[in-house]
Nanobody, 126 residues
Framework: VQLQASGGGLVQAGGSLRLSCAAS????????MGWLRQAPGKEREFVAA????????FYADSVKGRFTVSRDNAKITVYLQMNSLKPEDTAVYYC????????????????????WGQGTLVTVSS
């Protein structure tokens, strides 16, 4: 599966952005998907994940209640709706796939993903 993230940009604190991750491959609907981010000078960290059918979602404590992950398997796309953005949300955001079918193992860990897209930069100004 190949992944292409988009939707990043510059936004003021309190604003919103929606990231999209377009995937290729017929088996997309079999995979758990995740969003992870890396801020300047920091390690990559987990943000959100969603199971293959969308029934289960997971969030980092830092984004819970503000971010929503969703997917449209017909469009082979995963989304991350980000509301009430804070300067500390500034980072490069990556979408990733766990290419083991129907597995949520490691869904909240960066090591749980083996297919990565290029990142999209989100900058939140104060």
């Amino acid at each position: 599966v190949q992944l292409q993230a988009s939707g990043g940009g510059l936004v003021q604190a309190g604003g919103s952005l929606r990231l999209s991750c377009a995937a290729s491959g017929r088996t997309f609907s079999n995979y758990a998907m995740g969003w992870l981010r890396q801020a300047p000078g920091k390690e990559r960290e987990f943000v959100a994940a969603i199971s293959w059918g969308g029934a289960k979602t997971f969030y980092a404590d830092s984004v819970k209640g503000r971010f929503t992950v969703s997917r449209d398997n017909a469009k082979i796309t995963v989304y991350l709706q980000m509301n009430s953005l804070k300067p500390e949300d500034t980072a490069v955001y990556y979408c990733a796939a766990n290419s083991t079918p129907y597995s949520l193992r490691g869904a909240t860990l960066t090591s749980g993903y083996d297919r990565w897209g290029q990142g999209t930069l989100v900058t939140v100004s104060s």
